[in-house]
């Protein structure tokens, strides 16, 4: 629990700590009386105590969140490349800093602008060109691609689908990285879906069956959030806005 120490004050860090011990030895409903019981302070704290903690501690769920992924990727990764499959949401201008051992694999957008790698350098007293000419859009791209027969493991079942491979760079998310699109055709049509991967080796049936992988990713984020329905009010708001709320200031100005 170290870790999260810097997210918080001494005595908030103290309350912090009960109620992650209460809520993962609560037997019932993971609510505010629930988890201290389960942490054994309910005869001991009154329950308005555990609710200051939501209502008017300052602290940042952003910065918790932060150091619960470092603490999953220094426990489950360990030194080594690191592989991530994540959703569009997430592609950013951040990736562009993504370090060498670390690859990325996620669904690409319509209207990613796409561009062949960047041409040798001329010898001239220029500056060198970091990316080269800008391809079509999808549609454009599958339309002359060549898609060829690809068995993977996804959601439980073994299927046939087609697939073609495109080297090229996205250049407003991995900046000069190199990246390998997979366009995915599962029906009569152009393609059904494309995915992005800057894991240049990996074989198609590979990337696809990473990203479908991530499914388990949602399942944990849905029975999280049934979980955070049994808190109270106080406590959602803080997990839905991404800050926990401050004093309160009268004749404060409107927000802008």
Known sequence: ????????????????????????????????????????????????????FFNAARWSPDRVGLALARLVVDRLAGPGPLTVAADAAYAGDELRSLPASVTWTTRLRKDAALYTPAPPRTGRHSRPRTKGDRLGGLAQLAATARFTPVTVTRYGQTVTVHAAMIRCLWYGVFAARPVTVVLIRERAGIYDLALVTTDTLAKPARIIERYAARWSIEVAIFDLAGALRAMPGAARRVFRRGHAPGPRVRNAPPPR
């Open 1 to 52: 629990m170290d870790c999260f120490r810097p997210c918080f004050t001494a005595p908030t860090f103290r309350l912090f700590r009960a109620l992650v011990a209460g809520m993962l030895a609560a037997t019932g409903r993971r609510t505010m009386c629930g988890m201290l019981l389960g942490a054994g302070l309910s005869a001991l704290w009154p329950h308005d105590r555990a609710h200051r």
